[in-house]
């Protein structure tokens, strides 16, 4: 096993503050999926997530047509969150790098239990943050004081007020 | 300012800080009391969200509470651990923590010197729910692993047993259970985490009764359940409420879908849901407060039984003294391993004289409050044999360290001198 990751706060808070829209690759329509789960989540935070996925393609998933490919997703998207088995993520990777400038893609993000050093390599070499083994999810969540409602250890102190939207 | 949960804050922060921030809205620093039972919906879509836990947030105060919420957090926080489950008592806490585990027909094994309420809880009522539990003198751990069944769903152990001062080798335990493929369940109550951080040792899960030294002021019942995050529910099909499709939630599976979240997750959504033993947002608040102190009191706690123990030890009415701190006790070795910074404050002496004379030096207290309880900033005082291990066998209450002549203190936090002179002065008049 190699050595658990560790990303700042500050790195994920940056990640995730300037991203605006989200290709899900294995994305699932169906509903007890976690990825299902997390695009479900992340739309509600105000992120355009487009669902990628060869098995779904053409199926609407929350609203949204699902791609066969990265390549076939219409417009920009800054981040690629992997829902793959680690030993597929590096395709899915190396599609993106393929893409990264027609697409303006800027990230990469490996799910929970995703990880491959190999491919982050290349990703970073050419120049896109990588995050792996988390879940976007559950970070959003911990920075923003939400996953502490259901009892977890968030790891963060903090006396500074946030400041709230009331919408 | 915020670190990464590996470089963590030190302990004497997090127990002011973790888990709660300024209260958003208003900047209300300290915690707000949530006294609320249902939190209204942003629209049904939210609902629907919310009810398949696809987004966090609260629902009904059965499951979850914000107030509650911040103290699962911190002492999720203080155990080092991923998640954490209030209830209402430590009582409530110890089902809570067997029952995604536990199936009707399938065993456990506990320490048979747990605390009496226990072996009372365990080996009476659980029968109730075909949960059979065997005891077992863990001191030798071999006896742990001849326990072992097929069904064995998980080993129970105090870090620090009330009322004894007996010391469980708890990497020795986890050895076993990580070989069966089970997890290992330290009561962490007696030695709280401050002195005993049974996750570095292998715990997989810990229970409190936050009763105790966690409240600490003798204000309020409570109990919690805490996660290490790092057991795999689904590495063989022990555990099937974690591994296998939930049939209340589509069948979605909550190893699968909630990673090292899943116990806790299942503990607020299917334990409390069903088993409803929650915990009231104003003994949260409590609570909190008394943890906000816990290093302080522990330090003082431990030292002032020290010389408590001490003191009994050279007292010529005393026969003997159980203290895990005592250079004589047979745990010390164990005590420096597991509970460097002390080992406690509540332990047993015998009374030249037998029952009786523990009766009457329990009576003939002034400054030592006779109660059942442990943990208070007061000195208590008990005679177990006659009360908290009166349900129990007399072979089980001479293995759980409640024999007749036995009496039980917890040291609280007064003027050491009143302490030892309450004590000389009951135990003299007792003589008489
Ligand atoms: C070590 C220990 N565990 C569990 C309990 C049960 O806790 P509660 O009384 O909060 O139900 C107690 C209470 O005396 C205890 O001392």
């Known amino acids: 096993m190699s050595e658990p990751l560790t ?60 791609h066969a490919t990265l390549a076939e997703v219409p417009g920009d998207f800054d981040m690629v969150d992997i829902f793959r088995a680690s030993d597929a993520a590096g395709e899915s990777v190396d599609e993106a790098l393929a893409l990264k400038d027609n697409k303006n893609i800027r990230v990469i993000w490996m799910q929970l239990g995703v990880r491959d050093d190999a491919a982050a390599a290349r ?41 709230v939207r009331i919408l | ?117 226990s072996i009372t809880q365990f080996g009476k009522t659980f029968k109730k729910f075909d949960w059979r539990c065997t005891f077992a003198d863990v001191d030798e751990t071999e006896n742990v692993r001849r326990a072992l069944t097929p069904k064995t769903k998980a080993i129970f152990v105090e870090s620090l047993a009330n009322p004894g001062g007996v010391v469980s080798d708890l990497e020795s335990l986890s050895a076993i259970a990580r070989e069966a493929g089970i997890p290992l369940i330290v009561d962490n109550t007696m030695a709280t985490p401050y002195l005993c951080p049974a996750f570095q040792y292998g715990a997989d899960l810990i ?64 334990a409390l849901r069903d088993l409803g033993a929650t915990m009231a947002p104003m003994n949260a608040f409590q609570t909190l407060l008394g943890i906000e102190t816990l290093s302080l009191r522990m330090e003082r706690h431990c030292a002032n039984a020290l010389a408590v123990a001490r003191f009994l030890e050279n007292h010529e009415l005393v026969a003997w003294v159980s203290y895990a701190g005592l250079e004589s006790s047979p745990y010390r070795d164990l005590a420096k391993k597991y509970l460097p910074k002390g080992a406690g404050s509540v ?7 037998g029952y009786e004379s523990g009766v009457k030096t329990v009576e003939a207290c002034e400054l030592f409050s006779h109660l059942a309880n442990i943990g208070d900033t007061r000195s208590l005082i008990l005679h177990p044999a006659s009360t908290t291990h009166r349900q129990l066998t007399e072979e089980q209450r001479a293995a759980a360290g409640a024999g007749p002549d036995v009496v039980r203190l917890s040291i609280g936090l007064e003027t050491l001198d009143d302490i030892t002179s309450d004590l000389d002065q009951a135990l003299r008049r007792a003589a008489s």
Request: with cysteine.
């Open chain 1, 7 to 66: 990303y700042s706060d500050e790195f994920l808070r940056g990640i995730l503050a300037g991203v605006r829209a989200i290709a899900m690759v294995g994305a699932s329509p169906k509903w007890t999926r976690p990825s299902y789960f997390a695009m479900k989540y992340l739309q509600e935070k105000g992120y355009r997530v487009i669902p990628v996925n060869p098995r779904a393609a053409g199926q609407d998933i929350l609203g949204e047509t699902c």
């Open chain 1, 123 to 163: 990703a970073e070499a050419a120049g896109l943050s990588v995050v792996m083994d988390r879940c976007p999810k559950i970070e959003y969540g911990r920075l923003h004081a939400e996953l502490s409602w259901g009892g977890f250890n968030s790891g963060i102190v903090s006396s500074r007020r946030r400041r």
């Open chain 2, 1 to 117: 300012m915020s670190k990464d949960r590996k470089e963590g804050f030190g302990f004497e922060t997090r127990m002011i800080h973790a888990g709660s921030q300024p209260e958003p809205v208003t900047g209300a620093r300290q915690t707000p009391i949530h006294q609320n039972t249902s939190y209204v919906f942003h629209d049904t879509d939210h609902a629907a969200s919310l009810f398949n836990l696809q987004t966090f947030g609260f629902i009904y105060s059965r499951l979850t509470n914000p107030t509650v919420a911040v103290l699962e957090e911190r002492i999720a926080s203080l155990e080092g651990g991923r998640g954490a489950t209030a209830c209402a008592s430590g009582h409530a806490a110890q089902i809570m923590a067997l029952f995604p585990l536990m199936d009707p027909g399938d065993d456990f094994i506990a320490s048979n010197r747990l605390y009496g309420g």
């Open chain 2, 207 to 270: 229970v409190h009764s936050t009763t105790k030294f966690l409240s600490g002021n003798g204000t309020s019942t409570g109990g919690c359940v805490v996660d290490s995050g790092t057991f795999d529910w689904a590495a063989n099909d022990k555990f099937p409420s974690l591994s296998a499709p939930e049939p209340a939630y589509h069948g979605l599976r909550f190893a699968e879908s909630f990673g090292d979240m899943a116990y806790t997750l299942h503990s607020h959504a299917v």
């Open chain 2, 347 to 353: 332990f047993t002496f015998g009374v030249k004289g």
